[in-house]
T-cell receptor, first 114, second 114 residues
Framework: AQTVTQSQPEMSVQEAETVTLSCTYDTSESDYYLFWYKQPPSRQMILVIRQEAYKQQNATENRFSVNFQKAAKSFSLKISDSQLGDAAMYFCAYPTSGTYKYIFGTGTRLKVLA | NAGVTQTPKFQVLKTGQSMTLQCAQDMNHNSMYWYRQDPGMGLRLIYYSASEGTTDKGEVPNGYNVSRLNKREFSLRLESAAPSQTSVYFC?????????????FGPGTRLTVT
């Protein structure tokens, strides 16, 4: 069965510093997508970044980038130049094949310290 | 363009009462989803609708029913609420039932069952 694991319930980072959030997953598929979603205190889930497994290049979106290691089944999110507005829960998500249901990790709460 | 809207935002029910959570999207998306979010458990899929006229069970469907009223609207009904259904409920939509498509989320409904 496919699983998604986020082993860091909470992380802290100083403003302007860099932080990396971890996500590991288990699948027997070779072609798939992975997502990071952000949930700020407003509760609205927002897409941060998307990675296609068949692409060797790591996805980047402005200050957000991923370190995708397919063989290790690892999909970490790096936030550079952290800002106060980055404080939120971050969820890693894996859409399953066939039914296309999303499996979400349990989330990492990121605190940004001024 | 409102995206995905949900009503109500908050609701308190007594055990055994029924209610319907409403969801609508204005992005002409084909697929819609209902999730529940509980502390430490991420988001779990309750039901989804691949397209107008179809619905399927997700991971935790017991105690819920859904209706895909038309392409825009997807409602979730609790026939006899139980304290175990206390949760935050999110509706989401995507262009199609495909792993590559982003899901767009509503703001959530916080439901408390006493």
């Amino acid at each position: 069965a496919q699983t998604v694991t986020q082993s860091q319930p909470e992380m802290s980072v100083q403003e302007a510093e860099t932080v990396t959030l971890s996500c590991t997953y288990d699948t027997s598929e070779s072609d798939y997508y992975l997502f990071w979603y952000k949930q700020p205190p407003s509760r609205q889930m927002i897409l941060v970044i998307r990675q296609e497994a068949y692409k060797q290049q790591n996805a980047t979106e402005n200050r957000f980038s991923v370190n995708f290691q397919k063989a290790a089944k690892s999909f970490s999110l790096k936030i550079s130049d952290s800002q106060l507005g980055d404080a939120a829960m971050y969820f890693c998500a894996y859409p399953t094949s066939g039914t296309y249901k999303y499996i979400f990790g349990t989330g990492t709460r990121l605190k940004v310290l001024a | 363009n409102a995206g995905v809207t949900q009503t109500p935002k908050f609701q308190v029910l007594k055990t055994g009462q029924s209610m319907t959570l409403q969801c609508a999207q204005d992005m002409n998306h084909n697929s819609m989803y209902w999730y529940r979010q509980d502390p430490g458990m991420g988001l779990r899929l309750i039901y989804y609708s691949a397209s107008e006229g179809t619905t399927d069970k997700g991971e935790v469907p017991n105690g819920y029913n859904v209706s895909r009223l038309n392409k825009r609207e997807f409602s979730l009904r609790l026939e006899s609420a139980a304290p175990s259904q206390t949760s935050v409920y999110f509706c989401a939509s995507s262009e199609a039932l495909s792993r590559g498509y982003e899901q767009y989320f509503g703001p959530g409904t916080r439901l408390t069952v006493t």
